[in-house]
């Protein structure tokens, strides 16, 4: 068969369906990733107006910008959105565009599953901001402690809101998780062997395992929550023999490794940038590797360094110190590595390599302040000031959000065939760069002069007024910095230069595809011969792939699991609107039980029906071929 | 307004400053090399030579050789929090002053218990008068939600958890005023839950505890006494207590002395007769989600009781 004939027939099979229905059945994972990163982008900007807001309270001491409860929920929202609903669905939704492509298979696993995770998250984002535009936001923290987020000082449906929004993104992200772990694990191209899986792969396999491993925990304390508020349980009282720190061991027990959840990813994406723009792979692979597997077992030992306040024993204390200095090392080793690679390469200035040398200067200043805030003395005096605050922006926005800025611009052309303005990307780092550092530098400060986390207001007479504007000045510079990459995508978007299939010379094998890529990725499905997918394959006029995989139907090669050699093949699913209608349900069945346990009886029914739809099984004309009994491995060419 | 970490004026907070500043330089100076070392990457000329295999392998040393340095800066480090750690532990001191620190939304209780004699119990709301040069041992609680305790000046903070009593201490080495306020969010007006610590030599400290042991004085002038009759016949009893009256609540802070202390709601007012006229008019506007209703008298009334109550103390 002719390429041209493979492509006609490969995109008869893996169509995407128009009109609304069919807009709705897409499984293709690049569609459903896409619609994830605009959605988690738009959630972030809701989120950033309302810090802009706060940082406008916040201008002046003893201002009336803000009502107390109206900050209140601005804060609550603002951090809940940012972990729950941008930081870490963005990360995972990087890693559902991508991760495909980069290790040369046609879709991700369980396709479907993607498609409603991906409605399920969008519905529980709407629920929250709607619970804040009827003023019945969550207004207790977006760590809800008890008791205040409890049936007796946290009245009305507010704290509710807040648990269901977290049942809501555990089962988006607990989906994408385990599609992002069998996709990685099972369906590498032949000769990925473990030891040539890009650093980017390695990296959202860590998270995705971090993920699994740490969302149960909050699934077990936000149910807990609600079960308290809503059928009188005691779990938290500690007048019934609950435990109010109990609630902080849970969620915490999740919540410090949901810090490394959204910055492992953002790792794998700085190594990506870094090598592309270097034009050498990443010095150190065995080391970069080791490191983000470290960093996601000790990421589970550090917990209790959110607590130090609480009165736990000193020795119980040392121990959480000494864990929460030694992932630092991890984080170092990367550091070093990355710089000898920068050392070694030969740096071309574009967006991309830029947000990612302002990722190290504001990163290891933010990873050097969590060395202070590990030792537990030092901690008891800035713990739960603007210093803590100050700390975590430099580590989230510098150390995820500016790589996935970078990853943005680099990875723009790729999803979308244009290019992002190079010109205005500068403008867009430097601004951010500048304003990032303006907002949150002198908050270090005012943390140290004394100034709490979380108050709406401050007395003239504290003196904090001066270094509160200019962070305030600061978080303006921000939000224009923000505007700007708004302003370049939406042009780009429509009048951006075309971008051929490799516009940067990349390393990795997203590049050997078009941009944007064919809803089947690859026409011929690759074999792999070393780390640098792309670079591996220059010069050479035909590359080695596999054969013997069926156009006609939606047959993807399953390889095993450290050597990659080809193991068998099998059918991924049609599209189908079933998973919409599934996620349709569950939100019902979640937003129903914050005001009734009668929601669960009620979506019973439904959800059975919905889900038996979605797993019907079906022999369409299209996949009269498509049997599994029918998935004999014909002999594979080009194999080394 | 004394609220720093950064001016310590007890051992407790002068131990984590020191401490703050081991590990201020090391960070500045692991910053600064990290940063040189990056710079130095980016703008150094480049050699054919750097692309050998013996140029990996001395690469591979140098990160090794790093990451073992790290490793022991690390271990230092911990050696030396630990160190601070263990020169915070409660002190054995022979006759500590025993303070109960009690968080309610959003005000501060504390409670001087004499331990052979409990009817001399001492309750400051909002203002914790401590003898200088003594060791001031608290057990921290709560009454509803999670609070934190924290003197930026004296101490780092400790949380007061409902179900929960836990010990702490500090100690001030230099008389003075110095402001604290809570650390744990704990509701609408978290922002406004403040309290002044009185660091006093040993003598007016013994004075001011003997004075707060006395019950309220009576009034002597006419709209002081008009107050009184006001305060004891309408709601204001369902919360306050005020020694030496019927008025025995314990819902709100106790206000025997009350015209005696340097400010009201909390750290947030000046007590002075126009804030505690607003404050009795209407507490919500000042404090969002405060429990005392607004609007309970008439003005000439209010005025009555806040004469009263300035007359207390």
Sequence with gaps: MTDEALHRQLADTWYNPAGLVGRLSIVDHKVIARRYIVTAFTFFSIAGVLAALMRLQLAFPDNHFLTADQYNQFFTVHGTAMMFLFAVPVMEAMGVYLVPIMIGTRAIAFPRLNAYSYYVYLFGGVMLFTALFVNSGPDVGWFSYVPLAGPDFGPGKRPDFWAQLITFTEVAGLAVAVELAATILKTRAPGMTVSRIPLFVWAMLVMAFMVIFAMPSVVLSSTFLLLDRLVGTQFYNPAEGGDALLWQHLFWFFGHPEVYIIFVPALGMVSSIIATFTGRPIFGYPAMVSSLVATGFIGFGLWVHHMFATGLPQLGLTYFTAASMIISIPSGVQIFCWIVSLWRGQPRYATPLLFVLGFVAIFVLGGLTGVTLASTPFDLQVHDTYYVVAHFHYVLLGGAVFPLIGGVYFWFPKMTGRMLDERLGKWNFWIFFIGFNTTFFPQHLLGLHGMPRRVYTYPASSGWGTLNLISTAGAMLLAMGGLLLLFNVLRSVRRGAVAPADPWGGEGLEWTVPSPPPAYNFLHVPVVEGRSGNWDRRGNEAPPVVTGIKADCREVLITTVTAAEADHKTIYPDPSIWPFLCSVVTSAFFIGSIFTPWALPVAIPPLAITLIGWFWPKRSDRSTQCDLANNRLEPLRGEA | ?313
């Design chain 2, 1 to 313: 307004m004394n609220q720093s970490a950064l001016d310590p004026h007890g051992p407790v907070a002068r131990t984590i400053l020191d401490l703050g500043w081991v590990l201020f330089s090391v960070t500045v100076v692991v910053y600064v090399l990290v940063l040189a070392g990056l710079a130095w990457a980016l703008l150094r000329q480049r050699r054919e030579s750097d692309r050998t295999p013996a140029a990996d392998r001395r690469f591979t040393s140098i990160v090794a050789a790093l990451t073992g340095v790290t490793t022991l800066t690390l271990v230092g480090l911990v050696a030396v929090s630990e160190v601070s750690g263990r020169a915070l532990a409660v002190p054995h001191a022979i006759r500590p002053v025993a303070v109960d620190v009690v968080g309610h939304q959003w005000w501060w209780e504390f409670r001087y218990r004499d331990e052979n004699d409990p009817s001399k119990l001492v309750t400051s709301p909002n203002e914790l008068h401590i003898p200088v040069g003594v060791p001031i041992v608290m057990r921290a609680m709560s009454q509803d939600v999670i609070h934190s305790f924290w003197v930026p000046n004296l101490t780092g903070k400790r949380d007061l958890i409902p179900g929960q009593v836990t010990t702490t201490w500090m100690q001030a080495d230099t008389a003075g005023i110095y402001r604290g306020q809570c650390a744990e969010f704990c509701g609408p007006s978290h922002a406004k839950m403040a309290f002044l610590v009185v660091a006093e030599p040993v003598d007016k400290f013994q004075s001011w505890i003997q004075h707060q042991r006395e019950p309220a004085g009576v009034p002597t002038t006419a709209p002081a006494a008009q107050g009184r009759d006001l305060f004891l016949s309408r709601q204001c009893t369902l919360c306050h207590a005020i020694q030496g009256t019927p008025a025995g609540a314990r819902l709100g802070p106790d206000l025997t002395h009350v015209g005696s202390r340097m400010t009201i709601a909390a750290g947030t007012l000046a007590n002075e007769r126009d804030p505690l006229d607003a404050w009795v008019e209407n507490a919500p506007s000042i404090k969002p989600g405060v429990r005392m209703p607004p609007h309970m008298l008439e003005s000439s009334e209010r005025e009555a009781v806040v004469a009263y109550l300035r007359s207390l103390q």
